[in-house]
Every structure is written in C-alpha cells, then in structure tokens.
Antibody, heavy 121, light 111 residues
Framework: EVQLVQSGAEMKKPGESLKISCKGS????????IGWVRQMPGKGLEWMGS????????RYSPSFQGQVTISGDKSINTAYLQWSSLKASDTAMYFC??????????????WGQGTLVTVSS | NFILTQPHSVSESPGKTVTISCTRS????????VQWFQQRPGSSPTTVIY?????PSGVPDRFSGSVDSSSNSASLTISGLKTEDEGDYYC??????????FGGGTKLTVL
C-alpha cells in the first residue's frame, strides 16, 4: 500500500528555521516525483515545487523560488521542505504528494496527511 | 503561464445535479489534461477525475468530467448529489514551465 507520512505539527516563531518531512512507503520512492503543496487557512491549494528523489532534480514554482528549499534522501525514502527564516505568512497546512507516473498528464495520485505549520510570536 | 478560474461556491439539493466549471485563462484547455480533486474538511485532497474524464477506481460514476474548447473550460458534474459530496473541489492542469497549476477551488454545499 502506497503511503506518504508527514512529520507532525510545528509551532515556531518568526525568524526561526524549520524542516518538515514526508516519508514514502509501499513503492519505489526513487522513481516518483514528490511535490509540496501549500494550503493557507481557508484558502486553496498552491503547488510549491517538486523533487525527483532518484537524482534530486528539483523544480520550484516561481512564487516559492528562493523562499523555501526542497530536498530529499532516497536512502531513507524521505523528502523535505525547509525554511531558513519563517514569517507569520508561512502559517499554513503543507501537503506532500506523489506525482503519478502517467506519461499523459502531470498530477498527484497519493497525498500525505499534511503538516500544520504555525508561525507566531 | 495560465490560471484556472473556478466559481467560489455552488450549492444544490440532495439528488440533484451540479456542474463546476474551470476556465483556463490562456492557451487551449485541450492542450493539457485536467484533473479534479475533492477535499473534505480536515482531509487531504483525493482525485475524483483524471485526464479530463477518467474516474479512479472507487469513485462513483455519479462523478464525470468534460472539456469544452469553445469556452476553454473543463467541467466536473456530480449527479444524484449526496451530503457526503460536500467539500471543496479543485481543478488542476499543468504547464511545461510552471509544472502544476491548481484552480482556486469551489466550495460545494449540499443542502
């Protein structure tokens, strides 16, 4: 069974750093892109970027380029999303999702449970 | 780059049929497949339609998808509405430059 399990909720102060994780199981982790999606309180889904764990090829949405860093460790089937200096506006739910291997489309077929990040002084 | 525009909210009675639209701002809607996700409150999104009109296993055939090149839009139609269909629905497509593009989401209320 394919599963993406994300790290737990975080409460941080502005200016602090943070790294959240997404561990895949039930499939060959190296062979599928993993994407990160932000959902701000009461708002919609926003694609942040994706990583291919096999070679760490990474793509970012222009809206998030330079704001976050996406990385991965294929030896432990885990992808990461990190911030070097959090802002209150980073408060959101963050989902990781596996990109399907369809050659016909780009979409996500499995999602993690989400990690709630709260940034407040 | 393009954006996908959805109505903010729709509502309909149980047993009725509702259609949610998703209009592409530039480029042809038929250039890249459209997917639809359902997100119930407090849950992760799940796919209800992929590749314009395909249903994943386990999704009831009350859910259907289509695209219309004349209006440059995709549509999700849910027939025989049930209260369990309530939630937010997002269309999604992609662009070779920006990868994944989501619509703004539509809140479906079944009342």
């Amino acid at each position: 069974e394919v599963q993406l399990v994300q790290s737990g909720a975080e409460m941080k102060k502005p200016g602090e750093s943070l790294k959240i994780s997404c561990k895949g199981s039930g499939y060959r982790f190296s062979n599928y892109w993993i994407g990160w999606v932000r959902q701000m309180p009461g708002k919609g889904l926003e694609w942040m970027g994706s990583i291919y764990p096999g070679d760490s090829d990474t793509r970012y949405s222009p809206s998030f380029q330079g704001q976050v860093t996406i990385s991965g460790d294929k030896s432990i089937n885990t992808a990461y999303l990190q911030w070097s200096s959090l802002k209150a506006s980073d408060t959101a739910m963050y989902f990781c999702a596996r990109r399907s291997q369809s050659s016909r489309t780009i979409t996500f077929d499995y999602w993690g449970q989400g990690t709630l990040v709260t940034v407040s002084s | 780059n393009f954006i996908l525009t959805q109505p903010h909210s729709v509502s309909e009675s149980p047993g009725k049929t509702v259609t949610i639209s998703c209009t592409r701002s530039s480029g042809s809607i038929v250039s890249n497949y459209v997917q639809w996700f359902q997100q119930r409150p407090g849950s992760s999104p799940t796919t209800v339609i992929y590749e314009d009109n395909q249903r994943p296993s386990g999704v009831p055939d009350r859910f259907s998808g289509s695209v219309d090149s004349s209006s440059n839009s995709a549509s999700l139609t849910i027939s025989g509405l049930k209260t369990e269909d309530e939630g937010d629905y997002y269309c999604q497509s992609y662009d070779i430059n920006t990868d994944v593009v989501f619509g703004g989401g539509t809140k479906l209320t079944v009342l």
